[in-house]
């Protein structure tokens, strides 16, 4: 909200300069998103009058003017503007000088010497409607006899210091030069006023001009229609144009920005219909048909849903509700007779509105926070003052006024004790009665008890947590104490989840890794990417894009993009993870089920191996179950160096070497291992405390066996079941050599372990060792049709 | 006499002598089994009788004279070998170490676990809940209804006309109130998303941090010492803070909280636009109507809640001014937070 300083002032004695002001009102609620100095891109520009004017003698276009600028010698000037005249009053940038386009300084055209330059209008940032005269194609000639040497932003009315409010959603009242006055007021302790509402009514009278039948009292609870006739459409006087041009808004002609205007300095959006284009003179508010279409304002035509308000008369729409007048009743210079609107609409409506036609005005941004019912009298009283003080048109007599809201104000009552037991502080009731009599809230005591009568504009008071803040702002937030009773008597918990991925993360930072963070969306893209379908997913109604329109099912698209970034960067041997989560759409339920996921990333001299090492050492960490790997048929894997991770019979993930094909697509330059586990079925299996055992107090005997099976049997395959044909006697099982060729036949390999073997009550004698290994050897045989390798 | 000429000549080849080895070869010459001394030993059976004591006193004699010589020379040759040794085994110190490359947790993790530790130190529990969350719970028991203007404070990815990508983590501490009595003391970490184009200050993903403190007497007041704790454990003893009022829909009443700026402290620059303060929470006492929305009765209960990114604490701890790089993972940017 742009509030001009000036502007400010009109209602309330403020003391304070503007950014003093700006500094009080912050600490009272009222956030600064920043202060604008207007006319500071204009410097050294003064008022001149054209003494005399001769021909340039080397150019046919140019002429050389004398002008007085107030001091002792005349100014020569150079200008190829041919509307200057001797005598003219004109805007002079002495050289050196500022201009919004840029700097000026002295110099020669056409080998005469030039100390500046005469401005037109555009060169001052001014249309003909911010100033009559400044549209004029040359030099702006000024009005009257001003005063030479006078800085031009002071004849102009350039400069003043404007205030940006950030208004909460709470405080549409602030929407309002008014509703600003009153903040400013109160946090520099300065008297307040309204405007002053005096206008002299006519023989016409509204009511035998316009009706208004209000079909939708639950969204409109409030419609005032005033006529005014005889109005002769032109500029408004100077002093309108400038409060609106400081306030953001282009003036336009007398009728226009008196709604624009009074909706300013009320808050309350207000409407001007051409009378002569309201068919059977009745204002009918009602819910738009579905498909009912209407051409607004912009030029642009509408089509409306059940739910949309509009203003119809007899045959049809003349405007949005709140949101933008129809093309139709538009306001011209032939209007001879207004109708004003100033009403009340439901703001979730208009928000809807606004919405679903995708326009945003001033007007349906006021409307969505919310405009109070008797703002909306008092604004049509101000329109009515204008149109009369400018002599606009003259004002018929009567409203229409349909009222569907009662005004009664309401009245809360709160405990000043339970104020101070709220806000820990031990203010005087009195006290706070002042404080709140100063943010207009009228207090009354009764006993301990403050009775307070809440005004219409503000609607966000409902309780006594409400009345508490207003107090504490007054007295200020800087004044509460400090307490500390939240001392803590045991430290926070933290759920054995986070706890676990702490230990995970840690570990795999001091491995070298570094932690990714991605976004959770995703799209149809992604999966094509990975040769995936999209499989059911969460999808987001309104995404920023179709390659985040989905919530994803896997971190590895995204992790890929990340390893072929740094690829491409030539970052050599990096190694990546992220923790993030996964959201799988449940049947029957709203939401989905959010998995967390941990993805890993290898590139560079890191193979297959390195990275189950790594899954195998989380395993370890979190829960002590050993995986298992089974050969993976993922498109995006290498099918000979990939697996699906089992955990017992769970599969709680895949890991393996990045498909070529897959790397083309991500523009990977070189290979990489990824691995993505689903962190709660990984933690599914708690990690068993840990207990101490004894230390072997008898030797260990280590035979080695070495065996012929086929080339495709598992060697890790072998080592499972060893452990468990030798029984509780092996303590370990080493996998030493493995070798292909020649000396053990086509499709053959020769595996060969350690085996360490104890036993806790003595040293295994060796006929004990030797029933071990020959049980071992047998089911080698059995399971797996080995050839004791000789 | 003989002894002593041969004593003499010994002394003289072990003064030479530049080796323990060479030492021990005079000692063979001399002492050994066939040595000149030990062979004059030999020579007593031959002398007579009368002479025999006073050439035995001379050959020991000489013996132990070149036995002595030969024990101080070779500790003075060892010492000299040994320090030879130590010369030729001398390194350039100041080659690099040889170690496993150093891992970086994201900024965002190392932050997050910074301020989670100050939390659980001050008894707070640590509460997470999903991302993916019920209008319900993400605005509407949070004093948000359906339309209302407070909406636009926060723009949403609606997945349904009932279910949003959460705007923020408030819906985890409506999901407290619903499913635990008071007292309550938590904090909820997590993603939340709003629909926010990326540039250098907005994403549509970011990390945030909310708590919640519930219980009977509650006070504003406490909320202050809370707030003021945690940032001095944060940012350190020196930085000062401001509590503004703000509105949130929830919290009544509400505060902003400016803290220090950490990159000028205070004298106003470019990243505090000049204010020497910095934006860095939200806070306020629960809005009885939330209180009352999650089933607690207000008028027995009240609380306060507060609310910070992670990504800006993360910012201004580092001086980071693009956020994106917080999401970009280029390992020259992370390994700087090793």
Known sequence: MLAPYRWICDYADVKSDARTLADKMVMTGNGVEEIVELGENIRNVVVGRIEKITKHPDADKLQICMIDVGDEELLQIVTGADNVFEGAYIPVAKAPSMLPAGPIKKGKLRGVESFGMLCSGEELNLKEEDYPGAGVNGIMILAGEPQVGMDIRELLNLSGTVIDFEVGANRPDCLSIIGTAREAAAADQAAFRLPEVKYGEHEAKTEEMVSVDIQAPDLCTRYIAAAVTDVKIGPSPEWIRVRLREAGIRPINNIVDITNFVMLETGQPMHAFDASKIRGGEIIVRRAENGEKMKTLDDKERTFTENMLLICDKEGPIGVAGVMGGLDSEITEQTKTVVFESAKFMYGNIRQTSRGLGLATESSMRFSKGVDAVTTLFAMQRALTLVDELGAGKVASGMVDVLNEDLQQKVIKVNAARINAKLGTDIPAKEMQQYLNRVFIQTGIIGDELVCTIPAFRGDICGAADIAEEVARIYGYDNIPETDALIALRRGRMSDFEAKTDIVKDYLKDMGFLECVTYSFTGPQDYAKIGADVPESVKIINPLGDDSSLMRTTLVPHMLSVVALNQNRKNENVQLFEVSRGYFPQDGQPLPHEVPMLVLAQTGSKDFFDMKGVVENIMALTSGVEIRCQRANESWLHPGVSADIFAGEEKIGVMGSVHPDTMKVFDMPERAVIAQLDLEKLYAVAKPETKFKALPKFPAATRDLAVIVDADVGAGDLMAVMREAGGKRVEKVELFDVFSGEQVGAGKKSVAYAITMRSPEATMRDEEVDAVMKKILKVLEKDFGAQLRQ | ?338
């Open chain 2, 1 to 338: 006499m003989e002894c002593e000429q041969i004593v003499a000549k010994a002394q003289g080849e072990i003064a030479s002598a530049q080796s323990s080895a060479q030492l021990d070869g005079i000692r063979v010459k001399y002492l050994g089994k066939k040595g000149e001394i030990t062979m004059l030993m030999k020579q007593m059976g031959t002398l007579p009788g009368e002479e025999r004591p006073a050439f035995g006193q001379a050959v020991n004699a000489a013996r132990k004279a070149v036995e002595e010589s030969l024990a101080r020379a070779l500790e003075e040759i060892t010492k000299k070998e040994s320090a030879e040794k130590l010369a030729a085994e001398r390194i350039d110190i100041t080659l690099p170490g040889k170690k496993q490359e150093l891992g970086a947790l994201h900024p965002l993790t190392q932050v997050y676990r910074e301020v989670r530790d100050i939390f659980l130190s001050m008894g707070f529990d640590i509460t997470e809940g999903p991302e993916v969350e019920l209008d319900e719970y993400n605005f509407e028991l949070l004093n948000i209804p359906k339309n209302h203007p407070a909406r636009d404070m926060q723009d949403t990815f609606y997945v349904s006309e009932d279910v949003v990508l959460r705007t923020h983590t408030s819906p985890v501490q409506v999901r407290t109130m619903l499913s635990q009595k008071p007292p309550i003391r938590m904090v909820c970490p997590g993603r939340v998303f709003r629909t926010d184009d990326v540039d250098a200050t907005h994403s549509p993903v970011f990390m945030q941090m909310e708590g919640l403190v519930v219980g009977k007497n509650i006070r504003f007041s406490d909320l202050k010492g809370t707030i003021n704790t945690f940032i001095r454990n944060f940012y350190g003893e020196h930085v000062k803070t401001k509590f503004r009022p703000g509105f949130f829909p929830f919290t009544e009443p509400s505060a902003e909280v400016d803290v220090t700026c950490t990159v000028c402290g205070g004298k106003g620059c470019g990243a505090c636009k000049g204010a020497g303060m910095i934006e860095v929470l939200g806070c306020g006492l629960v809005n009885p109507v939330v209180l009352e929305n999650c089933g607690l009765d207000s008028n027995e209960y009240s609380g306060f809640a507060f609310g910070m990114g992670i990504d800006r604490l993360a910012n201004t701890k580092y001086g980071i001014t693009d956020i994106r790089l917080l999401y970009e993972n280029d390992a020259r940017f992370l390994r700087q937070f090793v």
